[in-house]
Antibody, heavy 120, light 110 residues
């Protein structure tokens, strides 16, 4: 059964950095694109970034371009999100999600999320 | 970034049917079959309910159905049950290579 487990969240000061990880199991990780999606407290889902199955293509929402970097290690079946220069409006639960295909389409499996809180 | 439009809330009585709309543009819903719907209960991760406009994943009740016309997608839930009370989100792939989500619709079962 497909499983995604996020880790690395926590409290960080504005301007700080954090690295999120997402460990995948139960499926062939290298066959699928992967997403990060976030949800601010009491708000809706907001797509953050995607990386294709082989890492060859990456896309980001405008508000995180230049600050966040998505990457993957297919040998470790792990997805990453490196977050720099964090702002208060980055506070959210961050979900990793599997795409149905090798490039973008929709998310078919989701992790339970990890909370990132940016506060002084 | 692509943001799809959904009503903030809908409600219905047990046994009734409701429909949630999701309006996009020719750059997302209008261009792709990759329209999906997710259900999210409080404190839980989203769950895929409909994919590629009108297909249900294994295990999802056939009371859930989807459709699309032009730039607008719709989710219909028939025979409302108390357990259907949740937030519902639509998503669509976009021409910019991003994923767009709707703002979410809170379904209340009266």
């Amino acid at each position: 059964q497909e499983q995604l487990v996020e880790s690395g969240g926590g409290v960080v000061q504005p301007g700080g950095s954090l690295r999120l990880s997402c460990a995948a199991s139960g499926f062939t990780f290298s066959n699928y694109a992967m997403h990060w999606v976030r949800q601010a407290p009491g708000k809706g889902l907001e797509w953050v970034a995607i990386v294709w199955y082989d890492g060859s293509n990456k896309s980001y929402r405008d508000s995180v371009k230049g600050r966040f970097a998505i990457s993957r290690d297919n040998s470790k079946k792990t997805l990453y999100l490196e977050m720099n220069n964090l702002r208060a409006d980055d506070t959210a639960v961050y979900y990793c999600a599997r795409d149905r295909f090798q490039s973008g389409s929709y998310c078919d499996y989701w992790g339970q999320g990890t909370l990132v809180s940016v506060s002084s | 970034q692509s943001a799809l439009s959904q009503p903030a809330s809908v409600s219905g009585s047990p046994g009734q049917s409701i429909t949630i709309s999701c309006t996009g543009t020719s750059n997302d819903i209008g261009s792709y079959k990759y329209v999906a719907w997710y259900q999210q209960h409080p404190g839980k991760a989203p769950k895929l309910m409909i994919y590629e406009v009108n297909y249900r994943p294994s295990g999802v009740s056939n009371r859930f159905s989807g459709s699309k016309s032009g730039n607008t997608a719709s989710l219909t839930i028939s025979g409302l049950q108390a357990e259907d009370e949740a937030d519902y989100y639509c998503s669509s792939y976009t021409t910019s290579g991003a994923l767009g989500f709707g703002g979410g619709t809170k379904l209340t079962v009266l």
